[in-house]
């Protein structure tokens, strides 16, 4: 039995005792924890004050159209945002995703206008490019460790300079698609909804949003998808094989990519190699907006959605109030900044 | 004496010219509390890897109910049913509670939706998960949706033993539970412990902290320079005689010096 107790017992003993009751909390500490709790709400608050604002100052900015017309514009930003949000969460980034849809739009062109592929083969070829981008993406990610920004800044040019021979720089005409291969312009085709005027891309970017909430808060996958991003050794401990969600995250997102390819037809009416040049930084930006966190784990998938519109807000409003160009842009890098301080501050909760 | 539940002869494990196990062995009895004491490089740790399946020894043989068994990763080990809790928790602080729990071993719904769409059956999960933390007394946490971020160091501590609780049928392995606990929240860990053995559970326990090996383990297995010294009944020896065996300025009876 011990009787002389030993110096080390002694330190111990003397512990502070952990205090972990809950302090009262001020306003802006609930707003901090009801934030940390819907992350969504942030992007949610933005379009609502958002879309007061230019109702007050822009005229018109409430009609149908005008609001349809913000879908449209939005469609294949937003579609490229909901990859982008899937490599974001596990704490990657996919600078290659514009790249890609640019190149798989010209593969799926060449191949239905150039080679005489059937139209839904040409198709389908494309979408399996898509995947293979992904996998390309999602290998050098899991096997040879590379950092994702490092890889995709790789992959944009490699997919770029992919683009650019497969298209031999040309454009195809939308002339030309209208009478060989009208099926790659399906997501331009417009509809009437009660005033507004929808495209069947506005459809195709809601029901990605759609599937990706589905498989990301129902299934075993998604809730792997956040474990990865959140702490990946953690994930690992815990059982998951986190390279191959890694690996199916990015062929996922090159798969979208690709829809998003299709959807970009319809939205230019021509396949051209130089299209959509801003959209990997613009997918970003949605997603950021969004309230997804760049470091992974944490947001909704439908923040990117809303992200997205908020920016085709911004510039519609800003346009319809007759103002120059240039402050579109100011007012998506002041959101961006924005949008990224409240996530540092969301995310200091759990320190 | 019953036979032993868990056991490891002759483990070698070396990295380059280090040798962190030197032809060590382990015995785990049923239903015990077998604490692993040793000084910091002794080799505790690779010990442990060895038996959770995180690393694979050289040489050496694990039996498992007397079967040889052989852990190519901890999912193995998880699979024959020893569960570790990290002293990192492995939880991930994002997700709820619930979530954490059934990581990577999520229950799916029966039916259309859960085998062809994969729906997860919250339902099930968080009644089984509220059920286990209140098994072992954790209920003071009010909201299984919660995220883990949000509790305090004791109750994610809780939280990573409860799962362990829960799923490890055989053998559950502590690595350093206390280590980032206050004095409150160590007292609760180290019922936890209690508990969890009062269920018949096996429990290995991996502590620098004396007083609490010396309260909850049955017998303590002391390892130094890659392999067991001895192994001593805590109630013939104090905490001084320890802590001198496992620094090498003591040598207990019966192990040549």
Redesign the interface.
């Known amino acids: 039995?011990?009787?002389?107790p030993?110096p080390?017992?002694e330190r111990?003993?003397s512990?502070?005792?952990?205090?972990?009751e809950h302090h009262a909390r001020g306003p802006l500490d609930r707003l901090q924890h009801f934030l940390?709790r819907y992350p969504t709400m942030v992007p949610v608050i933005v379009l609502v004050l958002s879309l007061i604002a230019f109702g007050l100052i822009a005229p018109n900015f409430f009609s149908a159209f005008n609001l349809s017309l913000i879908m449209q514009q939005v469609a294949v930003v937003g579609t490229l945002a909901a990859a982008q949000s899937l490599v974001i969460l596990t704490a990657g980034i996919d600078l290659s995703v514009g790249a890609v849809m640019v190149m798989i739009s010209v593969i799926m062109g060449r191949l239905s206008i150039e080679f005489g592929v059937p139209v839904p083969l040409a198709i389908l070829i494309g979408l399996g490019c898509g995947l293979m981008t992904g996998g390309l993406n999602g290998f050098l990610v899991t096997r040879l460790k590379l950092p994702p920004f490092i890889t995709t800044l790789g992959t944009w040019n490699i997919f770029l300079a992919l683009n650019y021979y497969l298209s031999g720089r040309e454009t195809i005409r939308s002339q030309t698609l209208d009478a060989e291969a009208p099926l790659l312009k399906l997501f331009g085709e417009r509809f009437n909804l009660g005033g507004a005027v929808l495209t069947w891309g506005v459809v195709l970017m809601l029901v990605v949003f759609a599937v990706l909430w589905?498989?990301l808060n129902?299934?075993?996958?998604g809730?792997?998808v956040?474990?990865v991003g959140?702490?990946p050794?953690?994930?690992a401990?815990?059982?998951?094989q986190t390279n191959r969600i890694l690996m199916s995250v990015y062929m996922v997102a090159g798969f979208i990519c690709a829809l998003a390819a299709w959807s970009s037809i319809g939205r230019v009416g021509s396949v051209s190699p130089t299209s959509f040049f801003e959209s990997n930084l613009e997918s970003i930006t949605a997603v950021v907006i969004g309230g997804i966190s760049l470091f992974g784990?944490?947001g909704s998938i439908l923040g990117p959605l809303i992200g997205a519109i908020i920016v085709g807000v911004f510039n519609s409003g800003l346009r319809l109030a007759g103002v120059d160009v240039l402050w579109q842009l100011f007012a998506t890098g002041w959101l961006i900044i924005v949008a990224v301080a409240v996530d540092q501050w969301i995310r200091k909760?759990?320190s | 004496m019953t036979e032993p539940l868990l056991t490891a002869r002759n483990l070698v494990k070396r990295y380059g010219r280090v040798t962190a196990l030197d032809h060590a062995d382990f015995d785990l009895y049923p239903g015990e509390i077998l604490a692993v004491i040793g000084d910091n490089g002794a080799g505790k740790s690779s010990l442990i890897k060895a038996i959770s399946g995180a690393v694979q020894p050289d040489e050496g043989e694990i039996r498992l109910d007397g079967k040889p068994v052989s852990f190519a990763s901890?999912?193995d080990a998880?699979k024959a049913g020893i569960e570790?809790v990290?002293q990192?928790?492995?939880?991930?602080?994002?997700?709820s509670i619930s979530?954490?729990m059934f990581?990577?071993?999520?229950i799916?719904k029966e039916g259309i939706m859960g085998q062809w769409?994969?729906?997860?059956d919250k339902a099930k999960m968080d009644r089984f998960a509220r059920e286990k933390l209140t098994e072992l007394g954790l209920m003071t946490i009010q909201n299984i949706g919660q995220?883990v971020?949000?509790l305090?160091?004791?109750?994610r501590q809780g939280v990573a033993v409860a799962r362990a609780a829960a799923f490890g049928s055989r053998v559950i392995i502590l690595d350093e539970p206390t280590a980032a606990?206050?004095?409150?929240?160590s007292r609760r860990v180290l019922d936890l412990i209690l508990d969890v053995r009062s269920r018949g559970i096996p429990i290995v326990l991996i502590s620098h902290?004396?007083?609490h090996v010396?309260e909850v383990a049955d017998r303590v297995h002391i390892h130094r320079l890659g392999k067991r010294l001895a192994v001593i009944d805590p109630k013939e020896h104090?905490?001084?005689d320890a802590?001198a065996y496992m620094t090498g300025a003591k040598v207990p009876e019966g192990v040549a010096a």
Do not use: C
């Open positions: 039995m011990s009787d002389t030993d080390v017992v111990d003993r512990e502070a005792v952990a205090s972990f940390h589905y498989a129902k299934t075993a996958w809730r792997r956040y474990a959140d702490d050794e953690s994930a401990l815990a059982g998951i784990g944490r909760i759990s | 901890p999912l998880r570790t990290y990192t928790l492995a939880l991930s602080p994002a997700l979530d954490n990581m990577g071993r999520e799916r769409f994969g729906m997860l995220p971020e949000t305090s160091g004791g109750q606990l206050g004095v409150k929240e902290n004396m007083p010396f104090s905490m001084s802590v």
